[in-house]
């Protein structure tokens, strides 16, 4: 039987494992935490993330945490509309919406349909050799036909394959994300809100939960002894549910973590038998909300070219997730902006851009939503996919 040895048990990880799985493979996923992923936040997956998530079986149990509702989109600090548009309407588009989840329940699903026995935690890999495929850890060396590098954005892995290649650079953006029960009489969009350098994003979860994320312009390595008063200082003063928000959320349900983005992109996502995902292998901004997606195409994608020459891996991935790396770094540098006439002109060009056209925001997407996974090869063919295309 054919092995495979996945590096990180986080969204990409086990989707890589699932997906060799289905397919035959012997998989181990090493994990270096003494637990799952079990961040107290929320994540969306998009149409294409759906698409990829069916040829594992698993689409369909994440559609049914569907809670968006109503209008969707960017607003201004005092509420209004600067673009939007619907579920309704992606559903029309691209035969799905967008599911916002959270985080460890969809690690949970995964972790379960790959199998809670496969998953080594508190396990650290402390050596690789790439061509031979042999992993070692403090306590045994682990032989592969494939190794996956899903290690995260601080990859060990990915310093070892390409030495000397830049490392993800720090966009100049700080971010806070938190998790509340939805406070009584409060009715939450799934919008952003963007005001002079900052952003706050407000999203209905399942489980009448509420996700809820802001960023800043803040020095690297900023840290607060209470950030939900940070939180209020900033935003304190911006339109409802925002401040309903931050008054209801528990000051230790905050997390801050600092933005980085892959600058230079690598030169190719393999090397010998390893072959890199997620944001081992192109850390992005959130800004386009595809990081968790891009992880789980990368590991659908893997799994179709895995046993024959990973360059087809390389060809598919690269060009794309470059892409969806610079776009969400666009988007990035346009909520990063402070002068009030380059806002206004901003603010001004989505305003105007969707009384042109109500679709607008959604065609703008079109390249990355419209994606579609390969067609289903291997021993689990037609049968982990739910049908939907």
């Known amino acids: 039987m054919t092995t495979a040895v996945v590096i990180g048990g986080g969204v990409g990880g086990l989707t890589a494992g699932l997906a060799l799985r289905l397919k035959g493979w012997d998989v181990t996923v090493l994990e270096r935490a003494p637990a799952l992923e079990n961040v107290g936040s929320g994540l969306a997956v998009s149409p294409n993330g759906l698409r990829a998530l069916d040829t594992v079986g ?44 959270l985080r460890r329940v969809l690690v949970d699903l995964l972790a379960d349909g790959l199998g809670r026995a ?8 402390t050596g690789l050799d790439p061509e031979g495929g042999a992993v070692e850890t403090e306590r045994e060396t682990y032989r592969a036909d494939l190794v996956v590098a899903a290690d995260g954005i601080r990859s060990g892995t990915r310093r070892r394959l390409f030495p000397g290649h ?16 939805r406070p009584e009489g409060v009715t ?7 005001g002079p350098g900052l952003v706050f994003g407000t999203h209905q979860l399942a489980g009448d939960i509420v996700y809820f994320y802001a960023t800043d312009l803040a020095a690297p390595g900023g840290r607060a002894d209470d950030e939900r008063a940070e939180l209020l200082r900033r935003f304190g003063s911006w339109h409802q549910p925002i401040p309903a928000m931050l008054d209801a959320v528990e000051p ?22 390893v072959a890199l995902l997620g944001d081992a292998a192109h850390p992005m901004a959130p800004n386009l909300g595809q990081g968790a997606c891009q992880a789980i195409e990368d590991a659908v994608v ?17 060009g794309r997730t470059t892409e969806i790396v610079r776009r969400s770094m666009a988007i990035c540098k346009a909520t990063k902006i402070r002068n009030p006439v380059a806002i206004g002109l901003r603010d001004l060009g989505m305003r105007v851009a969707g009384r042109f056209s109500s679709d607008l925001m959604l065609r ?8 579609r996974p390969p067609a289903p090869t291997g021993p689990s063919s037609g049968r982990a996919s739910t049908g939907r295309a």
């Open 188 to 194: 939450v969009h799934s919008a952003e809100s963007w």
């Open 302 to 318: 893997l799994a179709h070219h895995a046993g024959g020459d990973l360059s087809g891996y390389t060809e598919a991935r690269l």
């Open 252 to 273: 230790g349900a905050i997390l801050r973590n600092d933005v980085y983005s892959m600058r230079a992109p690598l030169p190719r996502l393999h090397q010998g038998r």
């Open 364 to 371: 703008a997407m079109d390249s990355v939503l419209d994606w």
């Open 166 to 181: 830049p490392e993800p650079v720090y966009s100049g953006v700080t971010a806070w994300r938190g998790l509340l029960p």
């Open 58 to 101: 698993l689409g369909d149990p994440v559609r049914e945490l569907a809670r968006v509702q109503g209008a969707a989109g960017v607003r201004k600090t005092d509420g209004r509309w600067l673009s939007q548009t619907s579920q309704e309407r992606a559903r029309i588009r691209y035969g799905d919406g967008v599911v916002l989840m």
């Open 118 to 125: 496969n998953i080594r935690l508190n396990t650290e890999v």
